[in-house]
């Protein structure tokens, strides 16, 4: 049982803007900043968006996150068939003192 | 380009010693800005975070975990360690090395490592 509460799954076809969420508490998302990370077929995780909307350099702008309260969001506008991988959300617990993650949505693109 | 690479042995045994060592390159792990912690993901399922540590040896560990684990850091070889004892097969996983920075006051993890798959079993 994940800490931080994600959809199993998602899909959605070529084009199409789908969302993803990522729901906790006050000691973690109401607390600190969410990260979401994208993980291909038999890779290493690789960092999405940091600090609930930020996106490293080189991750298109296709992907957007936000935050309210204790959710969090993570959209992807212009689906594209190399979306489709698990993705995670994280974030620092103060309670636990300690990060937390998602359980992980896996992403379909039809 | 900043790099880390886990290794270790493939196979463990049930009731004996988990040991992975995670090789930084392309950075200095001495530097402040930065913890290095372990994250591991059993197969098919998904991220557990283990611990983390700083270059002058402060660690903080899940508490499902605490009593088992325990990770160093040799600021000499660019690498951080982790044993993890008395193991089972839950303790089957892919282990990742990752790095932690703080951006504007708050934690992130921001590269991780190609990961290394261990196995529990006789």
């Known amino acids: 049982q994940s800490v931080l509460t994600q959809p199993p799954s998602a899909s959605g076809t070529p084009g199409q803007r789908v969302t993803i969420s990522c729901s906790g508490s006050?000691?973690?998302?109401?607390?600190?900043?969410v990260n979401w990370y994208q993980q291909l077929p038999g890779t290493a995780p690789k960092l999405l968006i940091n600090?609930?909307?930020q996106r490293p350099s080189g991750v298109p702008d296709r992907f957007s996150g936000s935050k309210s309260g204790t959710s969090a969001s993570l959209a992807i506008s212009g689906l594209q068939s190399e979306d489709e991988a698990d993705y995670y959300c994280?974030?620092?617990?103060?309670?636990?003192?300690?990060?937390?993650f998602g359980g992980g949505t896996k992403l379909t693109v039809l | 380009q900043l790099q880390l690479q886990e290794s270790g042995p493939g196979l463990v045994k049930p009731s004996e010693t988990l040991s992975l060592t995670c090789t930084v390159s392309?950075?200095?792990?001495?530097?402040?800005?930065?913890?290095w912690g372990w994250i591991r993901q059993p197969p098919g399922k998904g991220l557990e975070w283990i611990g983390s540590?700083?270059?002058?040896?402060?660690?903080y560990y899940t508490p499902s975990l605490k009593r088992r684990v325990t990770i160093s850091v040799d600021t000499t070889k660019n690498q951080i360690s982790l044993k993890l004892t008395s193991v089972t097969a839950a303790d089957s996983a892919v282990y990742y090395c990752?790095?932690?920075?703080?951006?504007?006051?708050?934690?992130?993890?921001?590269?991780w490592g190609q990961g290394a798959l261990v196995t529990v079993s006789s």
């Open positions: 392309g950075g200095s792990i001495s530097s402040s800005s930065y913890y």
């Open positions: 006050t000691s973690n998302i109401g607390s600190n900043t």
């Open positions: 600090s609930n909307n």
């Open positions: 990752a790095r932690q920075v703080m951006v504007r006051g708050f934690q992130v993890i921001d590269y």
């Open positions: 540590i700083n270059y002058s040896g402060n660690t």
């Open positions: 994280a974030a620092w617990d103060d309670s636990l003192k300690g990060w937390v």
